[in-house]
């Protein structure tokens, strides 16, 4: 008997094959519409496996749902997530760290994560689902952010807001930039 995944692994194996179910397809059809092998998605739904951002991103466009679904472990009544805790993932092509804070819900379809970005690499993001709308707040540092053709630079306290569903871009320009980012799903 093989043990048991580790959060949030567990989570995400769940996450998807809850999913998969839900809008009834094959695993290798949800494989050919992420663009990814079917052997990642099965590893993934046994448990095993260490997927990076693009590919849950791949996985959530594909099912029609946003990140956050596939990686957000059941709700509790009072929920605390303290500095450094919560389901972390990295991004495979830059140096960002995405931590998720809260997900929506049913009735209120909004994520809310903690970026924390290096210089050196721009994350380039592809298109969320249809509608999605991201705000985003810097905490510390300087970051370049924005669709690829319109990126803004802000700082300290600044707010911009975007389509989620372009193709579009987080670069830090200075080390130890972190931001919050609100993720509107329609």
């Known amino acids: ?37 079917k052997s990642t998605l099965s590893q993934l739904e046994s448990g095993v496996g260490n997927p990076s951002v693009e590919t849950l991103w791949a996985l959530g466009v594909a099912l029609g749902v946003p990140f956050s679904r596939l990686v957000e472990p059941p ?49 380039t993001a592809e298109s969320h689902t249809p509608r999605s709308v991201e705000h985003i707040v810097v905490g510390a540092g300087r970051l370049r952010v924005g669709p690829e053709g319109d990126p803004v630079e802000l700082g300290p306290g600044d707010y911009a807001t975007f389509p989620g569903d372009t193709p579009h871009r987080y670069e830090a320009l200075v080390a130890g930039t972190f931001a919050v980012l609100v993720m509107e799903h329609p």
Not at 24 to 32: D, F, K, Q, V, W
Not at 95 to 114: F, K, M, N
């Open 75 to 123: 709700a509790a009544a009072v929920r605390v997530v303290r500095a450094g805790e919560g389901p972390r993932i990295r991004s495979e092509h830059s140096d960002l760290t995405a931590t998720l804070l809260a997900a929506g819900t049913a009735h209120a379809r909004r994520d809310v994560y903690l970026l924390e970005l290096e210089p050196g690499t721009v994350r």
């Open 1 to 37: 008997m093989s043990p048991e995944p580790a959060p949030p692994l567990a989570t995400i194996a769940v996450a998807l094959r809850r999913e998969r179910d839900r809008v009834g397809i094959s695993l290798t059809e949800l494989a050919r519409r992420a663009g990814i092998a």
